[in-house]
Each structure stands twice: as C-alpha cells, then as structure tokens.
C-alpha cells in the first residue's frame, strides 16, 4: 500500500468509494434515459448557398448523397 495509511483506513476508503460508484452508476443511467427521452426541437435550416451542393459527377448511389433521407422520397 502507498500511502502510508493503516490497513483499516485503506479498507474503509476503498468501501466508501465503492458505495459512491454504486450510487453514481444508476443516476448516471436516469440521467441518460432522461435526456434520451426528452424532445429537443431542431433548429432552423440554413439558407440553400450554391456551393454546399456542387457535385460533378453522381454518386455511386444515385443523385442524392448517402444520408438525405428526403431527397431520397421524390
């Protein structure tokens, strides 16, 4: 042990430890949960600049890039 301390306080400090990791893991799940279920609003689209979508040949996939989901629907 490299602390200096006696036996008995290292036991005693590992156990106090243990006990907050016990406490911390569950309210680290319900705050996870909480926010995984709570709706965020998305925020407004940018405005449409001509040269964000300059494509000089088609994807391998077809027009549209792999993840715009509703350019796919049209």
Do not use: Q, V
């Amino acid at each position: 042990m490299s602390s200096g301390a006696a036996r008995e306080e290292e036991i005693a400090e590992m156990k106090k430890w243990r006990n907050i990791t016990f406490a911390a893991i569950p309210f680290c799940g319900m705050l996870a949960a909480y926010n995984l279920s709570s709706h965020h609003e998305e925020g407004e689209e940018g405005p449409a600049y001509s040269y964000l979508h300059i494509r000089n040949k088609d994807f391998p996939w077809g027009k549209c890039g792999l993840f715009e989901f509703n350019c796919k629907e049209e």
